[in-house]
């Protein structure tokens, strides 16, 4: 926003006195004094070294229970319908002592489930270049597994989520730190955009159908609990009836249990905005849309059915929505679980037995 709007938003629309786009948040005293001179202020360069390492969010809209902690900024995948690259900069991971330092002070101030948050989580190094090697032969080196495992060390009663891996960069090494924990969350967000190995050619993912299903494999061999949620975009350009159906067979074949589903929609500045035209008309992006929503909610259904029955390990996260005499939580995989309040309290990991659910929800009652 910052970087495309800049001239309308302070000349032409004269709405604002400062425009800061996402990597210029310590040049904010500047651009004040700038504004309480008399002056418009703008700074919306893009750093390559810039990750906010040392800046430790203060979150006043957090439920106290969980919280996202960023550890790498930028992403260097150029998506050909993804305008992060452009807007987030260049890939760059934050100091590991820094992510651990906050997961620390979190668990101390209460909070008992950290997200570890990027745009390619994967792909997070520390002390290496893009293609892994190593920077500064004195000091370690880090990768997500690393990363992962040390920050599962801060407490057992610390729970471990992170978002978003990407297909093509996933390793058994990441998936086997997620079994040896109990305390990181056997989830995984992966998304796969379309199956069809032609479509994500030209998306420019760097994986084929294949590909994704032996990672797909490799989680369910390594973790036979873990949930899998994706994204899927539909009606991207020329994607011919046969290859929406390729989509529709792989949802049919990994039965996710969660999935964000979206009609193509073109982004300016995109690589497929230059090179190719978004040529699938609006009613046939809607039916295609329709049909895989209607499928994946057949399967959220069916995975949350397999749920009841069973003793889940809940995480309070605060009162249910609907009922002030219920709580709600999510259990590892990442499913919402509502139960009555009796004694329990937000921040508290209570075992409830699922006795019944919807395609969104568990219902339960503790287990004492
Ligand atoms: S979709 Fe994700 S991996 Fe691809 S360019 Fe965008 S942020 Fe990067």
Redesign the pocket.
């Known amino acids: 926003m910052a970087e495309r709007l800049k001239a309308s938003l302070l000349e032409e629309e004269k709405l604002v006195d400062i425009v800061v786009g996402p990597d210029a948040y310590r040049d904010l005293p500047n651009l004040i004094e700038q504004v309480e001179g008399g002056q418009k202020a703008v700074n919306v360069l893009l750093s390559r070294e810039e990750t906010y390492a040392d800046i430790n969010p203060i979150r006043l809209d957090g439920n106290g229970v969980s919280a996202f902690i960023s550890i790498m900024r930028g ?5 050909s ?5 452009f807007t ?1 900069g260049r890939e760059r991971s934050r100091d590991p002592e820094s992510i651990i330092h906050e997961a620390n002070y979190l668990f101390q101030q209460g909070y008992r489930e950290v997200t570890l948050l990027g ?2 989580v994967d792909s997070y190094k520390w002390n290496m270049n893009s293609k892994g090697e190593i920077l500064d032969a004195a000091k370690p080196t880090l990768n997500f597994a690393g990363l992962l495992e040390r920050v599962a060390q801060v407490s057992p009663l610390l729970r471990i989520r992170y978002s ?1 891996s ?1 297909p093509k960069d996933m390793t058994d090494e990441v998936l086997e730190v997620m079994a040896r924990h109990d305390n990181i969350c056997k989830y995984i967000h992966l ?1 796969v ?1 379309s199956g069809n190995s032609e479509i994500l050619t030209k998306m ?2 760097g994986y084929s159908r294949e590909w994704y299903l032996d990672r797909i494999a490799a989680i369910k061999r390594i973790m036979p609990d873990c949930a899998i949620s994706t994204d899927v975009i539909t009606g991207f350009c020329s994607e011919t009836d046969a290859q929406h159906y390729d989509t529709i067979r792989l949802m049919e074949e990994v039965r996710f249990d969660f999935a964000y589903m979206f009609k193509y929609s073109e982004r300016p500045k995109t690589l497929a905005e230059r090179k190719f035209e978004d040529d699938i008309p609006e009613e046939i992006k809607t039916k295609r849309l329709n049909e895989i929503i209607a499928l994946q909610q057949k399967h959220s259904l069916e995975s949350n059915q397999r749920a009841v029955g069973k003793v889940h390990r809940v995480l309070v996260e605060g009162t249910s929505k609907r009922s002030d005499q219920h709580l709600f939580g999510r259990n590892t995989q990442n499913a919402v679980v509502v139960f009555p309040k009796e004694g329990y309290n937000k921040g508290e990991y209570v075992d409830v037995l699922v006795t019944e659910c919807t395609a969104a929800t568990l219902r339960g009652e503790a287990v004492k």
């Open positions: 992403c260097d995948n150029m998506c319908f993804c305008v992060v690259p987030r745009q390619n978003t990407h998304p955009q420019n993912r």
